[in-house]
C-alpha cells in the first residue's frame, strides 16, 4: 500500500504555478466521486466475492454519502490553500479527524489507481500538499510564541495527522508550492545565498518565510504578519493591514495600485503607502516625522520636500501636493503598529501648506 508521506503528494505537482492556478477544483469533485464509487462498491464488492461488482451485486453503495462529506472536507482544505485569513472551525479536533480522514481517503485513491485501474487521485494529492504547506508555514511561526490570539489561526494548533517532519527547515519544494515559482528559481536563490543553509545544506525556516512572504504568488501574507508582527514588511502587506485592522479610511488609490493614501480618523492626518510595493514599506508623510514616531524602528528618513516628484503627490493628498514631504521605510509590522498608535492618538496640529490652502497633519 502507498505510504504517501509529503514526498508522495508531490508526484506530478505543477510546480511554478501559483496555489489557486495549480486547484483544479472541477478535478478535485471529480476525483472524490470516483474514489467514493471505488471504496463505497469496487472495493467492497472486491473483497466480499473477488470479483467486479455486477448490476444484481447485493453490495450496497453508500458513494453519495461518503461523496458529500469528502467534498466538504476538501473546500476546507482548499480554502486555507488558497485564501488567506480563514475562519477556524469551532472544534479545531474535528479538523484533525478529517486532515487524517482525507489521508486515508487519498490513499485509498492511490490504491484505486495503481493496483486497480480506476480513479484519479493526483489532484486531492496537490489539494492535501497545500494544505500541509500552510499549516507547517503557519505552525512554524506559531511554535515558542506567545501573542495572546495564535489559538485562532491553524499553525496554533497541533494537528498530527499533518505528519510536519523537521520544523527548523524548509524545502525547495514547499517554497516553490507557497510561492508558485518554479523549481529552478528557488534553487537559484539558494545558490546567490537569499535563502540561506546549514552545513547539511537544509534551509533555515524563519529566513525562508521571510523571503517568501515578499512574492506576489504568495497567498498567506497577512496571517504571517498576525502571527510574527517581526517579519520584513512590504508596502503591499501594509496596505492591506491597514485595510482589514484598522478604521483608517482609504482616500486615494492610483489607478495601477502604486500608492494609497489613508485618512486617520477623527483628524486631518494622512499617509501615504507605497501599496504595489514588494521589497518594503515606505510612507510618505505631509510632515516631518517626531523622534517619537521614529523611535518605533522607522529608517532612512529623508525630505523630499524640494524634490520634483510624481503625479500622485499632486493628486493623492487634499488640496494637492504638500508644502513639505517627507519619506521613512517602516521594517515590519511592529513598527507600523507603532506609528499606527502614534499617529491614531494625536491630536489637530496645523503643520503644512499646500499652495492655495492649509492642511493638516
Given at each position: ?250 482616500i486615494y488609490s492610483e489607478p495601477q495600485e502604486t500608492v494609497s493614501t489613508w485618512r486617520i480618523p477623527r483628524s486631518h492626518r494622512y499617509v501615504m503607502v507605497n501599496s504595489g510595493g514588494r ?83
Amino acid at each position: 500500500m502507498p505510504t504517501l508521506n509529503f514526498q508522495d503528494l508531490l508526484t506530478y505537482y505543477p510546480f511554478g504555478l501559483s496555489i489557486p492556478e495549480a486547484l483544479d477544483r472541477e478535478q478535485i469533485c471529480e476525483a472524490i466521486k470516483d474514489i467514493a464509487a471505488f471504496s463505497t462498491s469496487t472495493l467492497p464488492t472486491l473483497l466480499y466475492t473477488g470479483e467486479y461488482p455486477r448490476g444484481d451485486s447485493n453490495v450496497r453503495a453508500n458513494s453519495d454519502i461518503v461523496t458529500k462529506r469528502f467534498t466538504a472536507i476538501a473546500e476546507v482544505l482548499y480554502r486555507f490553500a488558497v485564501l488567506d485569513h480563514v475562519k477556524l472551525p469551532e472544534k479545531v479536533g474535528a479538523l484533525e479527524d478529517d486532515v487524517l480522514d482525507f489521508r486515508v481517503f487519498v490513499g485509498l485513491g492511490a490504491i484505486a489507481t495503481e493496483y486497480y485501474g480506476e480513479a484519479s487521485y493526483q489532484s486531492l494529492c496537490h489539494l492535501l500538499a497545500a494544505f500541509l504547506v500552510r499549516y507547517k508555514v503557519e505552525r512554524i511561526l506559531s511554535l515558542d510564541r506567545a501573542f495572546g490570539y495564535e489559538d485562532a489561526f491553524l499553525g496554533g494548533h497541533d494537528l498530527s495527522p499533518a505528519g510536519l517532519e523537521d520544523e527548523r527547515f524548509i524545502t525547495v519544494e514547499e517554497i516553490s508550492i507557497a510561492t508558485g515559482l518554479k523549481l529552478e528559481t528557488i534553487k537559484n536563490a539558494v545558490s546567490r545565498g537569499e535563502l540561506p543553509r546549514d552545513r547539511q545544506k537544509r534551509i533555515a525556516a524563519w529566513p525562508a518565510i521571510a523571503w517568501m512572504s515578499r512574492k506576489d504568488g504568495f497567498p498567506w501574507g497577512v496571517t504571517c504578519y498576525f502571527l510574527d508582527p517581526h517579519l520584513p514588511l512590504n508596502g503591499q502587506y501594509a496596505d492591506a493591514w491597514l485595510n482589514t485592522t484598522t478604521d483608517w479610511e482609504r482616500i486615494y488609490s492610483e489607478p495601477q495600485e502604486t500608492v494609497s493614501t489613508w485618512r486617520i480618523p477623527r483628524s486631518h492626518r494622512y499617509v501615504m503607502v507605497n501599496s504595489g510595493g514588494r521589497r518594503q514599506c515606505v510612507l510618505t508623510l505631509p510632515f516631518e516625522p517626531s523622534n517619537e514616531l521614529m523611535a518605533v524602528g522607522l529608517t532612512n528618513k529623508t525630505d523630499r520636500s524640494k524634490e520634483s516628484t510624481s503625479h500622485f503627490h499632486d493628486r493623492g493628498f487634499p488640496g494637492g501636493r504638500p508644502a513639505q514631504l517627507w519619506q521613512v521605510t517602516v521594517p515590519s509590522l511592529e513598527a507600523l503598529k507603532g506609528v499606527i498608535e502614534i499617529l491614531s492618538r494625536a491630536s489637530l496640529n496645523p503643520v503644512t501648506h499646500t499652495n492655495n490652502e492649509k492642511s493638516y497633519s
